[in-house]
Structures are given as structure tokens and as C-alpha cells.
């Protein structure tokens, strides 16, 4: 077991073969496709009876998996050991954990199929946005200056990626960072769609001119509509999504319609389980990682089911679009569900204000915190907005900031959900 570089490198090499693979099944019907998740299903639940956890459960390689209990992040983070596989070869498999963003870090162990497949997933969603090997890119992820000395970005040119520092985004700074990004005239950007929309949203307000790149890639958070329309509005170009979580159980990706998310289901199975009237809870089964296998997994986030199968024609099953994670999911005192995007939808059509950030501090309050874009001289209708959502007996409190501070990870999380449930 490693978690060295080095490992990384010598048993991902392969995945130029997976990502062959990949190309081909996208194109297999539902039911093909549905077929060999069976198979692989078998084979992992086989192996899943030779881990503790499992086999206490009595698990089998024929149990029906919407049967089988759904698995919680805080049992796998207590019980870490009795999810490890005895008869898994140690050779290529290494740990990794989550950054521990929305509560304590969960340690989980990864394969190097599992990783391989990942980066062969993620060269299929570039591909369907175009993208060519040797493009320029701009990442608003990945770099964090070490000293107040060092530069706000960094170009790394074995990758032809310009890092820019998602950490130090204040005015002053992003008009530079909008000269840099004309100047090396990138193909494509990719990073955390609220550090994108900032970039995009300074340079509309601020009247800058800016490159336009092919397209944009967003991940590892949630990407509101009403991110998406500045994005591509002042960048005039569209924006593809990615979907996943640290643990790799299974991801999800626009393709060139740029509606449904396909569910990479080569890789995992994706339920969607019904929490609230119109919100669900997304289940994830990893079908490759038979060293420390999650089975029926609460990813932590929340999904809308799809209305239709996407046009493009590929047999990989959908669903409708991500709704953010359930940790940020407000419950009131009355049990009163909101989902993050409510919040997205009011603050993101509201020019007075650039960024903005709401902490629950109790069942019936929450602090609203307002980076404006101008002076705010009324917050009366904004109150009153609020207020008609959450419920009369919710108390709202409003603080203006400078700036909303991203997590360790470079995340700026839009909605924090602190009450105890």
C-alpha cells in the first residue's frame, strides 16, 4: 500500500487502454450496458463477502443491492479497518482521504485500476468538449502560493496549465488575474465553478475584455444555472460540468448537450433515493475497487431524477442535474427542507451583491453573509425574500464582508448547514 507519486505513475500508465474502452461502450444500448453493471455487481459483491463489514451482513454474490443497507460516511469513518479486503494484493493500492471540508477527514484506500479508469472518464468528458491533447488550459484550482511572496499564478508547462491561486481572488488582484488569462490566451478553463463565476463576474462588472476560450470544465462543486449563464455569457463560450466525490465510487458528466449528467456507469451505479417531495439523495455502489468496496453509499450529495434520455444518443443512463450536498441541505425547525440551490437562484440574480455565503447556527436562524458590489443601502427586500422561504420564524441575520474565505481544499461553500439535525 503507497500513496507515493511515483506508485500513482507506474499504475495509471494504463489508462490510455480503459479510456479506448471507454470510447466504444458509451455507444452500447441501456440494456447492454445495464447487463455488464450486473455482472461486474457479482464480481463485487463476491469479493465484498471476504471484508468484515460485509460479511456480517451475510453478504452474497446474488443479494438484490436496492436490498442491502445504505451505507453511511460516519460508519465507514469509524469502522476503517473492517472495510479492507485480507485478500486483496496490497501491490497498487494506496490511501487517500477527503478533505474533511464539511466535518472530520474519512480515510478510504484506492486501486490503481480505479484510478486509471478515473483519468480515463475524465479524457472521455473533455473529449465530448472538444478538447485535443497539447490545448492550453486555465485552472482555478490546484495552486496555493506557499509565501505571500510567491505569485498569484503559476505556469506549469508540462501540463500547459496556467494555475491561478483561488485563495487570494480580491479585486485588485483578479484585474490582474483577467490580463494574465488575455495574455496566454487559453483553449480551455477548467477549476470550482464559484472561483470561475468571481473571475467572470469581476470582468462583466468591471467592463474588462476577456479571451475567449473553447469551452469551460467545472467540478468538485456544486455549478448553479445562474453560474453557468455568467460563465458562458462573458466568457462566450459553454460550460460542461463534472460530478464526483473524493472516495471515486462513481461520477457523472455532461456531454456535448450540455443538459443530462451521464452517469460514467462503466465504473459505478448510481441510485437515486427519494428524501423530500422533488429531492434525492444520491447512493453510489463503486464497481472497480475491490480493496476496500463501498456498496450503497450515501455520497453526500442531492440529484433531480432526468426527464428524458439525453439526445445525444449514448446508452449511459442519466439524471436530470445536482442540487448540491445534503450536508447543506437547511432544515428548519418546522422541517422545512432547502436545498442550496434556492439560495443560488435568489442571491446570483441580485447585482448588488457579488458573493455570498449562508451559515445555519440554529434550527430557526441563520447569518447571511454579503460580499457587495456596490453599496448596500436596503437589505429590506432582500429580508423579505428570505424570509418567505425559510418561514416567518426563522431569524435572519445579515454581516458585510470583504471576502468569503475558501475551505483548506480552495471550496468556497455558498451554504453551511451547522444545526444539529
Same mark, same amino acid.
Given at each position: 500500500?503507497?500513496?507515493?507519486?511515483?506508485?500513482?505513475?507506474?499504475?495509471?500508465?494504463?489508462?490510455?487502454?480503459?479510456?479506448?474502452?471507454?470510447?466504444?461502450?458509451?455507444?452500447?444500448? #441501456?440494456?447492454? *450496458?445495464?447487463?455488464?453493471?450486473?455482472?461486474?455487481? +457479482?464480481?463485487?459483491? %463476491?469479493? $465484498? =463477502?471476504?471484508?468484515? /463489514?460485509?460479511?456480517?451482513?451475510?453478504?452474497?454474490?446474488?443479494?438484490?443491492?436496492?436490498?442491502?443497507?445504505?451505507?453511511?460516511?460516519?460508519?465507514?469513518?469509524?469502522?476503517?479497518?473492517?472495510?479492507?479486503?485480507?485478500?486483496?494484493?496490497?501491490?497498487?493500492?494506496?490511501?487517500?482521504?477527503?478533505?474533511?471540508?464539511?466535518?472530520?477527514?474519512?480515510?478510504?484506500?484506492?486501486?490503481?485500476?480505479?484510478?486509471?479508469?478515473?483519468? #480515463?472518464?475524465? *479524457?472521455?468528458?473533455?473529449?465530448?468538449?472538444?478538447? +485535443?491533447?497539447?490545448? %492550453?488550459? $486555465? =485552472?482555478?484550482?490546484? /495552486?496555493?502560493?506557499?509565501?505571500?511572496?510567491?505569485?498569484?499564478?503559476?505556469?506549469?508547462?508540462?501540463?500547459?496549465?496556467?494555475?491561478?491561486?483561488?485563495?487570494?481572488?480580491?479585486?485588485?488582484?483578479?484585474?490582474?488575474?483577467?490580463?494574465?488569462?488575455?495574455?496566454?490566451?487559453?483553449?480551455?478553463?477548467?477549476?470550482?465553478?464559484?472561483?470561475?463565476?468571481?473571475?467572470?463576474?469581476?470582468?462583466?462588472?468591471?467592463?474588462?475584455?476577456?479571451?475567449?476560450?473553447?469551452?469551460?470544465?467545472?467540478?468538485?462543486?456544486?455549478?448553479?444555472?445562474?453560474?453557468? =449563464?455568467?460563465?458562458?455569457?462573458?466568457?462566450?463560450?459553454?460550460?460542461?460540468?463534472?460530478?464526483?466525490?473524493?472516495?471515486?465510487?462513481?461520477?457523472?458528466?455532461?456531454?456535448?448537450?450540455?443538459?443530462?449528467?451521464?452517469?460514467?456507469?462503466?465504473?459505478?451505479?448510481?441510485?437515486?433515493?427519494?428524501?423530500?417531495?422533488?429531492?434525492?439523495?444520491?447512493?453510489?455502489?463503486?464497481?472497480?475497487?475491490?480493496?476496500?468496496?463501498?456498496?450503497?453509499?450515501?455520497?453526500?450529495?442531492?440529484?433531480?431524477?432526468?426527464?428524458?434520455?439525453?439526445?445525444?444518443?449514448?446508452?449511459?443512463?442519466?439524471?436530470?442535474?445536482?442540487?448540491?450536498?445534503?450536508?447543506?441541505?437547511?432544515?428548519?425547525?418546522?422541517?422545512?427542507?432547502?436545498?442550496?440551490?434556492?439560495?443560488?437562484?435568489?442571491?446570483?440574480?441580485?447585482?448588488?451583491?457579488?458573493?455570498?455565503?449562508?451559515?445555519?447556527?440554529?434550527?430557526?436562524?441563520?447569518?447571511?453573509?454579503?460580499?457587495?458590489?456596490?453599496?448596500?443601502?436596503?437589505?429590506?427586500?432582500?429580508?423579505?425574500?428570505?424570509?418567505?422561504?425559510?418561514?416567518?420564524?426563522?431569524?435572519?441575520?445579515?454581516?458585510?464582508?470583504?471576502?468569503?474565505?475558501?475551505?483548506?481544499?480552495?471550496?468556497?461553500?455558498?451554504?453551511?448547514?451547522?444545526?444539529?439535525?
Amino acid at each position: 500500500m503507497s500513496n507515493q507519486p511515483h506508485v500513482l505513475r507506474r499504475y495509471t500508465s494504463g489508462y490510455l487502454l480503459y479510456a479506448g474502452k471507454l470510447r466504444r461502450s458509451q455507444w452500447k444500448s #441501456a440494456d447492454e *450496458i445495464a447487463a455488464e453493471q450486473r455482472r461486474q455487481l +457479482r464480481e463485487l459483491l %463476491r469479493a $465484498a =463477502a471476504q471484508v468484515p /463489514y460485509y460479511r456480517s451482513l451475510g453478504i452474497g454474490p446474488d443479494d438484490e443491492l436496492a436490498k442491502l443497507p445504505i451505507l453511511r460516511k460516519d460508519t465507514v469513518r469509524a469502522r476503517f479497518n473492517d472495510f479492507l479486503n485480507p485478500r486483496h494484493p496490497r501491490r497498487g493500492v494506496f490511501e487517500d482521504h477527503t478533505s474533511g471540508s464539511t466535518g472530520a477527514p474519512l480515510r478510504f484506500l484506492l486501486t490503481a485500476e480505479q484510478k486509471a479508469y478515473e483519468m #480515463a472518464f475524465a *479524457i472521455r468528458f473533455w473529449r465530448w468538449a472538444g478538447y +485535443r491533447t497539447g490545448d %492550453r488550459i $486555465a =485552472a482555478f484550482r490546484s /495552486y496555493i502560493p506557499a509565501t505571500p511572496r510567491d505569485p498569484l499564478w503559476k505556469l506549469d508547462r508540462r501540463q500547459q496549465t496556467l494555475f491561478f491561486s483561488v485563495y487570494d481572488m480580491t479585486p485588485a488582484h483578479l484585474r490582474r488575474y483577467v490580463t494574465e488569462f488575455n495574455r496566454y490566451r487559453p483553449r480551455f478553463v477548467r477549476g470550482y465553478p464559484t472561483s470561475i463565476f468571481a473571475f467572470a463576474q469581476f470582468a462583466a462588472a468591471e467592463g474588462l475584455p476577456v479571451h475567449s476560450p473553447h469551452a469551460v470544465l467545472t467540478s468538485s462543486e456544486t455549478l448553479s444555472p445562474e453560474m453557468r =449563464a455568467v460563465i458562458e455569457k462573458t466568457l462566450q463560450c459553454p460550460v460542461f460540468d463534472w460530478w464526483g466525490t473524493n472516495e471515486r465510487v462513481v461520477t457523472a458528466c455532461q456531454c456535448e448537450q450540455r443538459g443530462a449528467y451521464h452517469v460514467n456507469a462503466e465504473g459505478g451505479i448510481l441510485e437515486l433515493v427519494p428524501v423530500a417531495p422533488g429531492l434525492y439523495r444520491m447512493i453510489g455502489t463503486g464497481l472497480i475497487n475491490h480493496a476496500m468496496p463501498l456498496i450503497r453509499y450515501d455520497l453526500g450529495d442531492l440529484a433531480l431524477p432526468a426527464a428524458a434520455p439525453c439526445p445525444c444518443g449514448r446508452g449511459l443512463p442519466v439524471i436530470g442535474g445536482i442540487l448540491g450536498r445534503s450536508d447543506d441541505l437547511i432544515v428548519t425547525g418546522d422541517g422545512k427542507f432547502i436545498p442550496p440551490v434556492r439560495f443560488y437562484t435568489l442571491f446570483e440574480t441580485c447585482d448588488q451583491i457579488r458573493r455570498f455565503q449562508v451559515v445555519q447556527t440554529a434550527p430557526d436562524a441563520v447569518t447571511v453573509r454579503l460580499v457587495p458590489a456596490r453599496e448596500l443601502t436596503n437589505l429590506t427586500g432582500l429580508r423579505q425574500k428570505l424570509q418567505r422561504f425559510l418561514g416567518e420564524n426563522v431569524a435572519i441575520e445579515f454581516a458585510i464582508v470583504d471576502e468569503i474565505q475558501p475551505d483548506p481544499s480552495g471550496k468556497v461553500r455558498t451554504v453551511i448547514a451547522h444545526a444539529p439535525r
